[in-house]
């Protein structure tokens, strides 16, 4: 079946560096990658959709600049969380949607798990 | 805008119990219904889905049934075991065109011997 993976899974960084995730489709070709954020014992919360080829659209209330989205590929978005604090300390998720028989579908990755000091 | 409604938690139950978590939508169009399975530490994956209105979804034990009558679709499962012990999303996706995924805030279920 079709397989997302991130990486890192684990990160710990000091507050004011950038960490970059990247979130890859293994076997299929996803045109949209979705990210989320998870805080500890609540839902996901949509973060922004990205597109391949063009700019991310975001939620309301997520900072772009904070947050930025690259999808150079098909197969590869990358989300980098710039001069984190410990706020931003979360688990992060992304998607990718691709096609399952004629329907498409949305595969989620394991996740990466982000604490800043 | 789209929302899922989901029982809070904890359900503890013990093993060989009968399992229900209830989950009521509201959406625009036509969405298709989810639920994901989280385990400690990890990510989602899917448990089952449904397309469309009398769909049953089932796997793994689990069974869900899309009712558009009255926007529901109750998780069940006729035995748990310990190894069921995780937080259980109800998802829906798409409908009214925009193709993303809203979760409900989650159920987390402890199976005790």
């Known amino acids: 079946g079709a397989v997302v993976s991130q990486h890192p899974s684990w990160v710990i960084c000091k507050s004011g560096t950038s960490v970059k995730i990247e979130c890859r489709s293994l076997?299929?070709?996803?045109?949209?990658m979705f990210w989320y954020r998870q805080f500890p014992k609540q839902s996901l919360m949509l973060m922004a959709t990205?597109?391949?080829?063009?700019?991310?659209?975001?939620e309301q209330g997520v900072e772009k600049d904070k947050f930025l989205i690259n999808h150079a590929s098909l197969t590869l978005s990358t989300l980098t969380v710039t001069s984190a604090h410990p706020e931003d300390s979360s688990f992060y998720i992304c998607?990718?949607?691709?096609?399952?028989?004629?329907?498409?579908?949305?595969?989620f990755g394991p996740g990466t798990r982000l604490l800043v000091l | 805008g789209d929302s899922v409604t989901q029982m809070e938690g904890p359900v503890t139950l013990s093993e060989e119990a009968f399992l229900t978590i209830n989950c009521t939508y509201t959406?625009?169009?036509?969405?298709?219904l989810f639920w994901y399975v989280q385990y400690p530490g990890e990510g989602l994956q899917l448990l089952l889905k449904?397309?469309?209105?009398?769909d049953k979804g089932s796997n793994k034990g689990f069974e869900a049934t899309y009712r558009k009558e009255t926007t529901s679709f109750h998780l069940e499962k006729g035995s748990v075991q310990v190894s069921d012990s995780a937080v259980y999303f109800c998802?829906?996706?798409?409908?009214?065109?925009?193709?993303?995924?809203?979760f409900g805030i989650g159920t987390k279920l402890q199976v005790i011997p």
């Open positions: 998802a829906l996706h798409g409908g009214g065109g925009y193709q993303k995924v809203t």
């Open positions: 959406a625009t169009g036509y969405p298709s």
């Open positions: 998607s990718a949607e691709g096609l399952a028989g004629r329907q498409e579908t949305q595969y």
């Open positions: 990205s597109n391949e080829g063009s700019k991310a659209t975001y």
């Open positions: 449904a397309t469309k209105a009398d």
């Open positions: 076997d299929f070709q996803a045109t949209t």
